[in-house]
């Protein structure tokens, strides 16, 4: 799990500390180079994937094309269940995606149905039919699409024509479009995506600054349309695009602030805590890049001291609620994951890598009923209860918040496509080299023009990160020269890397890229070895609690999760809509329960804490879900004790943790942790007793 020393992080750069990284180079006889590099350098430009253009900072990593990915193992398996579960068939429910009075479909942008939902499911949703090449899926994403490029108003603004304010066009709706048009222009290179954007952009340029990214949503989430504007323009070479995007910062809310953020809404702070080092790049003032990672450090120090890679928002983060059973909404950790791989390209630092990591395994999964029929608005480290309760104010909302309902919090209910295919979609990433380098291990394949232009399929075999052993064999028509880079995460000492059966590296340094230099050939293999400890880390600041770490998973409690079925229209929240036609019954909401005890302490040799756990593999899940409850592959035994006066307190929720180490007279017991992404409910920071 990432360690974030922020200690290492100077004032003006976090990543200035990879300057004084001497890369050692191996040299093998079949002229194999072998080394060790913090990033990539960008004295380069790659010459077949969009980079930035000048007077742009150039970028580390390049995002790849959609289409390069073919997804495979647990990845294609989650995605599929997306398909079959709520994101493939929302538009039987969602009233926001009725093609009936909604304001995507018309011109004049009026309707009673028309804001957000829309493009928050379409992103995913067309995504994920791209990446399975399901041709149902592309034509029900192309409706929209087509109607997005073909109501575009005569002044070049597009969408729902919102108004908050006199004469203040709400732009919010439009920014996740922009995103969609843009994987749609990366599907089928469609030149109406490029010609609607400029008319917009050109309008956007006449709007007064008083009257510009007003909202608080948009002018929270001004970053999104820069990175937008940014797209565009090293598509086109406009210049006027570096005007608006000078206009857009300069309108966005201070994501600048030492000690402060201009709001404190989860979704708002990992979403918008990267605008800075977005705006860096045309910039070039290293203030900028310093104040993003200064947001990073002051929401992870104040409220992210806890497992899973977020931090306690409920709904807004709260001064005194930063114990692990603070919540984060669904749509906070796709935006994190989002903002953390935007910013792996823009800083080259694998700190973004490693932790969309440790949210996409360990935070992510578990917001979902298996099937991905239902998911839930708010998900904690803690959560020992999921029901329709009112559990304010323990958490921020007031309402049925915590439980699985397909038809409620219509935000993440769309949001939430999205999660998955965007990790994959940076799992490789082309370098300025001509090279690629493998950010995220996922079994699957992907295609990329490297070297003088050859095609290379790379097909990863790997059940990472449930396994340590990442395989990737190479395909080509013909050999090709060029740089391959595999990140070792901040967790994996002791890495190795063999190439055709050869090692080539040994006890690779955690956080930094293998860098291998070599002719390929069709049919060569390069092995990855990536061998898991046991860690335990504490959490001083949270009342010195421990969470139990294997490899990039963070363990959990096992409870035994009781599912009682519930009216999915009775238990959503006030602002849910949905269509005439949808039936509860077909997608039911669910409350669960403990049906064991969840009040345990661990026992640990303070010496030696590693040795006071074992690691048992369990056969791999005959469906490929190793999320899927009671279906995960590893499991860890522990040694606990009861803490009597640690249950749900007066609010219905799991009670804040008491300080460590804690006295009880309970028997000590044997007791089993599963990865806490296959854990709906759970207890993952941990009281140690004594």
């Not at 791999?620 to 592959?633: Q, R």
């Amino acid at each position: 799990m990432p360690q974030y020393n922020f200690k290492l992080l100077p004032a003006a750069l976090g990543i200035i500390v990879f300057s004084g990284f001497a890369a050692v180079k191996n040299v093998y006889k079949d002229d194999l180079q072998v080394s060790t590099v913090a990033r990539p350098v960008t004295t380069s430009v790659n010459t077949y994937y969009t980079s930035n253009k000048q007077p742009l900072q150039p970028q580390y990593f390049i995002k790849l094309p959609v289409t390069a990915f073919a997804p495979g193992g647990w990845l294609k398996k989650q995605l599929e269940l997306q398909r079959d579960g709520l994101t493939g068939h929302l538009g039987e429910i969602s009233i926001w995606l009725s093609k009936k009075d909604n304001a995507w479909l018309n011109k004049e942008g009026k309707g009673t149905y028309g804001w957000e939902e829309l493009p928050y499911w379409l992103k995913g949703y067309a995504n994920i039919g791209y990446v399975l090449q399901d041709q149902h899926m592309i034509a029900a994403a192309k409706f929209w699409i087509e109607a997005v490029l073909n109501n575009q108003r005569d002044n070049g603004d597009f969408g729902p024509n919102v108004e908050k304010g006199a004469g203040k066009r709400d732009l919010w709706t439009n920014m996740p479009m922009l995103w969609c048009l843009q994987s749609y222009y990366e599907y089928a290179k469609d030149q109406r995506v490029l010609d609607l954007m400029t008319k917009y952009f050109k309008w956007q340029l006449t709007i007064p600054d008083d009257k510009f990214l007003e909202d608080y949503w948009e002018n929270s989430r001004g970053g999104d349309e820069l990175s937008s504007v940014y797209w565009l323009y090293n598509r086109t070479g406009d210049a006027f695009l570096l005007d608006l995007a000078t206009k857009i910062d300069r309108n966005t809310a201070n994501w600048r602030q030492k000690d402060n953020l201009p709001n404190w809404h989860n979704v708002n702070i990992a979403q918008c805590f990267r605008e800075p080092a977005q705006y860096f790049l045309q910039s070039g003032n290293q203030n900028d890049l310093a104040a993003t990672y200064n947001n990073f450090r002051l929401i992870r120090e104040g409220f992210g001291q806890v497992p899973g890679g977020m931090f306690g928002g409920d709904e807004n983060v709260r001064k005194g609620y930063d114990d692990p059973r603070q919540a984060v909404e669904t749509c906070g950790m796709v935006e994190q994951m989002t903002s953390d791989n935007m910013l792996l390209g823009i800083t080259g630092d694998p700190l973004w890598a490693d932790n969309a990591e440790d949210v996409a395994f360990n935070t992510f999964p578990a917001a979902f009923m298996p099937d991905y029929k239902a998911l839930r608005y708010l998900t904690a480290p803690n959560m020992t209860i999921s029901d329709s309760k009112n559990h304010h104010p323990g958490i921020d909302n007031k309402g049925p918040f915590l439980m699985m309902n397909p038809f409620s919090s219509r935000c993440c209910q769309h949001n939430h496509a999205a999660g998955w295919v965007y990790y994959l979609e940076h799992s490789w990433m082309a370098t300025p080299d001509n090279g690629i380098a493998a950010q995220h291990y996922l079994e699957g394949d992907v295609s990329a023009q490297v070297g003088d232009g050859t095609t290379v399929t790379f097909r990863s075999v790997t059940k990472y990160p449930f396994e340590d052993a990442v395989n990737i064999r190479l395909s080509m028509e013909k050999n090709v020269a060029f740089p391959l880079y595999l990140r070792i995460p901040e967790w994996a000492t002791n890495s190795s890397v063999s190439v055709n059966g050869r090692i080539v590296m040994k006890n690779a340094i955690a956080g930094k890229y293998i860098k291998l230099e070599h002719v390929w050939k069709n049919g060569d293999i390069i092995s990855l070895k990536l061998p898991m400890a046991l860690q335990v880390r504490t959490w001083e600041k949270n009342k010195h609690s421990v969470s139990v770490n294997y490899g990039p998973l963070t363990y959990s409690l096992k409870i035994r999760e009781d599912f009682n079925k519930e009216d999915s229209k009775a238990t959503a929240i006030w602002d849910s809509k949905w269509q005439e036609g949808a039936d509860p019954a077909k997608w039911p909401s669910y409350e669960i329960f403990a049906g064991s005890p969840w009040n345990y302490g661990l026992v640990i040799d303070s010496q030696h804490p590693e040795k006071s756990f074992s690691v048992h593999a369990k056969p791999w899940p005959a469906d490929n879900n190793p999320f899927a409850t009671g279906h995960a592959p590893v499991e860890i035994t522990a040694k606990g004790k009861r803490i009597p006066a640690w249950g749900l307190d007066s609010t219905g929720l799991t009670a804040v943790l008491p300080q460590s180490p804690v006295a009880t007279a309970a028997k000590e017991e044997a007791i089993t942790l599963i990865p806490m992404g296959a854990a709906r409910l759970r207890i993952t920071a941990f009281p140690v007793t004594r």
